[in-house]
C-alpha cells in the first residue's frame, strides 16, 4: 500500500512538471527554431559535364564572369558576399555564373542553401566530371584547380582576367571596365 501512494504521488508530480513546463514552453511561443529557407524560395542548381561547361564558354557577344566555388572552402564563402555586389551592379552588362565543385549530394541541400542565405540571383551550376582535369583545361591553361577561381572573358571569348584566391573588387571592377568598354563590346 505503501508503494501505490508513493507511486501516485510520484505520477501526479511528474504530471504536473510536464504540464508547468508545456505551459512555460507555450507561453514563451515554443522552442526557438532557426528560420529556414523553404525548398520553394531555394535558387536552382544545374548539373553539368564538361561538354555543357563548354557549351557555357561559347562566346554570346557579352562578357563571361564565373566563379568556381565549394561550400567547403572557406574562402569561396568569405568572397561570395562581395560576387552578390558585383552581380547586382552590373546586372545585364555582363553574363555572371557561379559553378560550385561541391559534391553532387549538395546539389539540392548546402548549395542552393547557401545561395538563398547570400540573396544569389546568378545562374547557378554544379560540376560533376569524370575528368576535372579536362574541365579545367576547358576554363584556362593557367588554373591549377585551386578553389576559389574567378574568370573573366571578354565578350569575344578571350580570357582578360583570372583569379586563384579570394577576388579583389577593385582589381576585378577595374577588369570588368576595361572589357566593357572594349570595341567588341560594343556591338
Known sequence: M?????????????????????????????????????RQTLPKVTQIN????????????????????????????????????????????????????????EINRDVPKFLAEMKAEMPAYLLKTADENAAIALVTKDWTGGLPFTILFDASGKAAYFRQGKIKVETLEAELGKVLTAPAAQN
Open 2 to 38: 505503501v508503494f501505490a501512494k508513493s507511486t501516485k504521488a510520484f505520477l501526479y508530480g511528474g504530471l504536473f512538471v510536464l504540464f508547468l513546463f508545456s505551459d512555460v514552453t507555450a507561453q514563451k511561443g515554443g522552442t526557438p527554431s532557426k528560420p529556414q529557407v523553404s
Open 50 to 105: 564538361e561538354i555543357d561547361l563548354k557549351k557555357l564558354l561559347r562566346p554570346s557577344g557579352k562578357p563571361l564572369l564565373i566563379n568556381f566555388w565549394a561550400t567547403w572552402c572557406d574562402p569561396c564563402r568569405e568572397e561570395f558576399p562581395d560576387l552578390v555586389k558585383i552581380d547586382t551592379i552590373y546586372k545585364g552588362k555582363i553574363n555572371f555564373i557561379t559553378m560550385s565543385l561541391d559534391d553532387l549530394a
